[in-house]
């Protein structure tokens, strides 16, 4: 079994900044991509941004230059730095990972989600 943790999301003031963590523990042989999306009150959840093993990244166009994601391969985890924070970011953001097993499938996980509300 694999499981995401996040963790950072919170309430902060439009133009304000969070960074969120998210950490994969359990049955991994190795982590082909990992990031971030979200799902905003009434619509469907999208991508934020994510990356893979070969460190090429894609965004949103709606974050692009606020927001940087970042991984650490040692500790299986993936953070995002969103800067500029607009009430449109508000949402709830989930980890999500592409592992392999040690029997060399790869399955899509998620985490459980982490809060973020941007006020004006």
């Known amino acids: 079994q694999v499981q995401l943790v996040e963790s950072g999301g919170g309430l902060v003031q439009a133009g304000g900044s969070l960074r969120l963590s998210c950490s994969a523990s359990?049955?991994?042989?190795?982590?082909?991509?990992m990031g971030w999306y979200r799902r905003a009150p009434g619509k469907q959840r999208e991508l934020v941004a994510t990356?893979?093993?070969?460190?090429?990244?894609n965004y949103a166009d709606s974050v692009k230059g606020r927001f940087t994601i970042s991984r650490d391969s040692a500790k299986n985890s993936v953070y995002v730095q969103m800067n500029s924070l607009k009430r449109e970011d508000t949402g709830v953001y989930y980890c999500?990972?592409?592992?392999?097993?040690?029997?060399?499938?790869?399955?899509?996980?998620w985490g459980q989600g982490t809060q973020v509300t941007v006020s004006s």
């Open positions: 999500y990972a592409n592992i392999r097993t040690p029997w060399q499938d790869s399955y899509d996980h």
């Open positions: 359990g049955s991994i042989f190795s982590i082909n991509a």
């Open positions: 990356t893979t093993s070969g460190s090429s990244t």
